[in-house]
């Protein structure tokens, strides 16, 4: 149980395109997804928080314009990147809370995006 | 505020040895505590957590951690390493009904043949 799945896994893209990651609660139903960002070698820093129906809520620094969200229902999560950049290249992971300890996360396997 | 510090940026065990992840952690109130793990270019893994039952908390894969509040640790234990071991452990807190976890900057773990 408590599976998440996130999609795609690895992608490529040009400088000035935009792309889509999918984070998907396969078992349960999140109120709430997190997005997440790896850097090589480092920790998980916490980008945004998204709530089913209503607006995500960014963490200080995180571009909401560049780094867009979408929580359209109780299983998906999006996390749009747009017009990237090489400097956006990272490992992204998601993550969702089954019920009201939304301290108790389980994590997407992660989407590596290398922008050319 | 909540923090943590993993001591140990890298720890290398021979196979069937035991394996030792130091975690200290810093918290204004009563800790969530986790234990994830991290295998090369996958998501994370909950391995267990405490949150304020017992204080020896058994977890998956033969991991065990010890919530010790007189020394505010949090370490992680096996008693015999695989192979499959290797991979990247992050020790994580988070305020009871706070949302935010706070990650510590992980432990390598490498197992020799």
């Known amino acids: 149980g408590a599976v998440v799945s996130q999609h795609p896994s690895w992608v490529i893209c040009k400088s000035g395109t935009s792309v889509k990651i999918e984070c998907r609660s396969l078992?349960?139903?999140?109120?709430?997804m997190f997005w997440y960002r790896q850097f090589p070698k480092q920790s998980l820093m916490l980008m945004a928080t998204?709530?089913?129906?209503?607006?995500?809520?960014?963490e200080q620094g995180v571009e909401k314009d560049k780094f867009l969200i979408n929580h359209a229902s109780l299983t998906l999560s999006t996390l749009t990147v747009t017009s990237a950049h090489p400097e956006d290249s990272s490992f992204y992971i998601c993550?969702?809370?089954?019920?009201?300890?939304?301290?108790?996360?389980?994590f997407g396997a992660g989407t590596r995006l290398s922008v050319l | 505020a909540q923090s943590v510090t993993q001591l140990d940026s890298h720890v290398s065990v021979s196979e069937g040895t035991p394996v030792l992840l130091r975690c200290n952690y810093s918290?204004?109130?009563?800790?969530?505590l986790f234990w994830y793990v991290q295998h090369p270019n996958k998501g994370l893994q909950l391995l267990l957590k405490?949150?304020?039952?017992?204080?020896l908390v058994k977890g998956i894969n033969g991991f065990e951690a010890e919530f010790k509040k007189s020394e505010t640790s949090f370490h992680l234990t096996k008693p015999s390493a695989h192979m499959s071991d290797a991979a990247e452990y992050f020790c994580?807190?988070?305020?009871?009904?706070?949302?935010?976890?706070?990650f510590g900057a992980g432990t390598t773990v490498t197992v020799r043949a």
């Open positions: 993550s969702a809370a089954p019920g009201l300890a939304i301290n108790i996360q389980y």
């Open positions: 078992d349960f139903q999140a109120t709430t």
């Open positions: 998204s709530n089913e129906g209503s607006k995500a809520t960014y």
């Open positions: 918290s204004s109130y009563s800790p969530s």
């Open positions: 405490y949150t304020s039952a017992a204080t």
């Open positions: 994580v807190v988070s305020a009871p009904r706070d949302y935010k976890l706070s």
